[in-house]
């Protein structure tokens, strides 16, 4: 069974800094890229980052450049997104995602629309 479980958020005040985890299992991360995306409340979901199987490609939203790295551990079959100098509006649910060709990232961009495996979501809050 395909799982993707994402960990780690919470709430932070505005500077602070998160790390994000999304362990899967069923299947390996490999050959697959790999994104994290979210969702604020009244908002449409949107992709944050996302990284290529042989880690040679990230994308990173405009309004996140700088600040998040995404990274990929395949021995422990998991994906990281280290948060730093977080913001308010960077509050929402984080949700990792995939697609079952594991490839939809190269011909697509980070793109929500073509993901097929998500995670429950995390909540993170940057809040004073």
């Known amino acids: 069974q395909v799982q993707l479980v994402e960990s780690g958020g919470g709430l932070v005040q505005p500077g602070g800094s998160l790390r994000l985890s999304c362990a899967a299992s069923?299947?390996?991360?490999?050959?697959?890229?790999i994104g994290w995306f979210r969702q604020a409340p009244g908002k449409e979901r949107e992709g944050v980052s996302c990284?290529?199987?042989?880690?040679?490609?990230?994308y990173y939203a405009d309004s996140v450049k700088g600040r998040f790295t995404i990274s990929r551990d395949n021995a422990k079959n998991t994906v990281y997104l280290q948060m730093n100098s977080l913001k308010p509006e960077d509050t929402a649910v984080y949700y990792c995602?995939?697609?079952?060709?594991?490839?939809?990232?190269?011909?697509?961009?980070?793109?929500?629309?073509?993901?097929?495996?998500w995670g429950k979501g995390t909540l993170v809050t940057v809040s004073s």
């Open positions: 995602a995939t697609d079952r060709s594991g490839s939809y990232y190269y011909t697509h961009g980070c793109d929500y629309y073509g993901m097929d495996y």
């Open positions: 069923g299947f390996t991360l490999d050959y697959r890229a």
């Open positions: 990284i290529s199987s042989s880690v040679g490609s990230t």
